[in-house]
């Protein structure tokens, strides 16, 4: 059983930053990409920002130059830096884990945690 427990968040201003972080816990044997989807009320959940075991990184093209996604490969966690925050960033961000893929099915998924962004 894995499980992907997350930290940061909160209440932020616009235009002030955040660290978000993510660590698997449990047997694990692979975990090919690692990153954030979010979700905003009335909205679909989309992936902001992912990374593979090789630092191949993606991002949301609204969060581009704004965030930046890290992970150990070795402590199998991951950290996503966002500035420049606006409140069209609020949202509940979701940690994924995807075994094999690229994340756009993970097999892993933390509790949650809300960014608020103030304006």
């Known amino acids: 059983q894995v499980q992907l427990v997350e930290s940061g968040g909160g209440l932020v201003q616009a235009g002030g930053s955040l660290r978000l972080s993510c660590a698997a816990r449990?047997?694990?044997?692979?975990?090919?990409?690692m990153g954030w989807y979010r979700q905003a009320p009335g909205k679909q959940r989309e992936m902001v920002a992912s990374?593979?075991?090789?630092?191949?990184?993606n991002y949301l093209d609204s969060v581009k130059g704004r965030a930046t996604i890290s992970r150990d490969n070795a402590k199998f966690t991951a950290a996503l830096q966002m500035s420049s925050l606006k409140p069209d960033d609020t949202a509940v961000y979701y940690c994924?884990?995807?075994?094999w893929g690229n994340g756009l099915d993970p097999d892993y998924w933390g509790q949650g945690t809300q960014v608020t962004v103030s304006s």
């Open positions: 990374i593979t075991r090789g630092g191949r990184t």
């Open positions: 994924f884990g995807d075994k």
């Open positions: 449990g047997i694990i044997f692979n975990i090919e990409t």
